[in-house]
């Protein structure tokens, strides 16, 4: 029985599994829970899951890291049937999975650079994720993932380079760019290389990549190198994941972002100027404390006057330690129903921005035996079986149950 992984949370994660899927290699019948702190459900899933391996195998060996780990070892720790606890820094460390190694929770916010893990697979996955930069320097008063990341951290050009041409080697057509906050890559580089300068830097030096995409990104910080590449580089996929989190700038200022109403809507327009067809994407919380009916409306007023096809909608979830935490709260039930909303609106979007796509040609990565995704990250399902990771051309013939219906052209 080898290493087994469960996975909560972002890419990033999903990344460090792969890692620590390899750092583990020998390690049989040891099952690692990478935990997310994002929200007190990812962090009950988690619970959950521990509580079902503990009933279900008990002879396993239960090792849990991740955010949710780093900012309270104890409490897991403390879980029934868990052998042993590791932090976000030290479940990169070969060290910690030698034989004999204890748990261990080093201070994040200490950390100073991020090393570069090669990986060479995701095991069941058709496109691989790579990890550009670590952690945030920014204070949003929501969150929690600092605490649990520790400062921006950038990985080096050559090292992404290299990641980069492993995957493809092992037959990767698509990569993710990914971290906690890819806009601020390369403000801790020697000579400070934006993500806009090393995206094409990549790009020049990896001619053979098909498809390059982007994990969520600040509005705010995309530079001018990005901008050009959104317009001019094929090969930069036609799809922007903004992480906008609310459309008012009464809450805007309350969660600290670096971003207003405004400059939000600037972003999305700029961008469908550049790259006509353009996908966007957004992440929102709905019910952010002190958040009123009317505030609401001006977020879900942005939805419908922007546009958005891809909303990814989160009620807002009470994180310890943050300002936000301490703010006058939103009853539960308006966070859930105003998520509903929200959700809704972003449907209706998505609905008419599919149903636009109907009569074209698109690429598809393929992904299982009859579904993929489009260069637009629109799910598309497939007349005819095909294999998994392969990139082909497909003609769209209709819409069902929110994806694209296509034949192989």
């Known amino acids: 029985m080898s290493v087994e992984l469960l996975t909560f949370g972002c890419r990033l994660n999903t990344y460090e599994s792969e890692v ?58 403390a879980l029934p049937g868990v052998a042993r606890v590791l932090g976000n820094d030290d479940k990169l460390k070969p060290e910690s999975w030698l034989p004999g190694a204890g748990s261990a929770v080093s201070d994040i916010m200490a950390a100073r650079e991020t090393a570069a893990h090669l990986v060479t697979e995701f095991a069941g996955r058709a496109r691989a994720f790579v990890q550009v930069q670590q952690g945030c ?38 990569i993710v760019l990914t971290g906690v906050d890819i806009a601020s890559y390369g403000s801790d580089l020697p000579g400070t290389p934006r993500l806009g300068q090393m995206i094409r830097r990549v790009l020049a030096q990896v001619p053979e990549l098909p498809r390059l995409r982007l994990s969520s990104i600040d509005p705010a910080a995309i530079d001018d190198d990005l901008w050009r590449l959104i317009a001019d580089e094929p090969r930069l996929m036609p799809h922007l994941h903004l992480s906008l989190q609310a459309g008012s700038d009464l809450i805007l200022k309350r969660m600290r972002r670096r971003h207003l109403r405004a400059e939000a809507l600037g972003v999305i327009e700029r961008a469908r100027s550049l790259r006509p067809g353009i996908a966007i994407g957004a992440d929102l919380i709905a019910g952010f404390p002190t958040e009123t009916d009317a505030l609401f409306q001006e977020t879900l007023d942005f939805v419908t006057m922007s546009n958005i096809p891809f909303l990814h909608v989160f009620p807002y979830s009470e994180r310890p330690g943050t300002p936000a935490a301490r703010m006058p709260a939103v009853p539960k039930p308006d966070r859930k129903a105003r ?71």
């Open 20 to 77: 620590m899927r390899g750092l583990a290699a020998g390690q049989d019948g040891t099952v690692i829970v990478n935990t997310c702190a994002v929200t007190a459900e990812a962090q009950r899933q988690a619970r959950q899951a521990i509580r079902r391996l503990v009933r279900e195998r008990p002879d396993a060996r239960i090792v849990v890291t991740g955010c949710a780990a780093q900012i309270d070892p104890a409490a897991w720790e």
């Open 137 to 174: 320097d920014y204070r949003c008063t929501f969150c929690v993932i600092p605490f649990g990341r520790g400062p921006n951290r950038s990985v080096p050009i050559g090292a992404v380079v290299r990641q980069i041409r492993l995957l493809l080697d092992s037959g990767y057509r698509e």
């Open 339 to 409: 998520a509903a909303l929200l959700r809704e609106a972003g449907a209706r979007n998505e609905t008419a921005f599919l149903a636009a796509q109907v009569g074209a040609t698109v690429s598809v990565l393929t992904e299982a035996a009859q579904t993929g995704h489009t260069e637009h990250f629109a799910p598309v399902r497939l007349a005819h079986v095909t294999g998994s990771g392969r990139l082909l051309a497909a003609r769209v013939t209709g819409t069902a149950q929110g994806a694209l219906l296509a034949e192989a052209a």
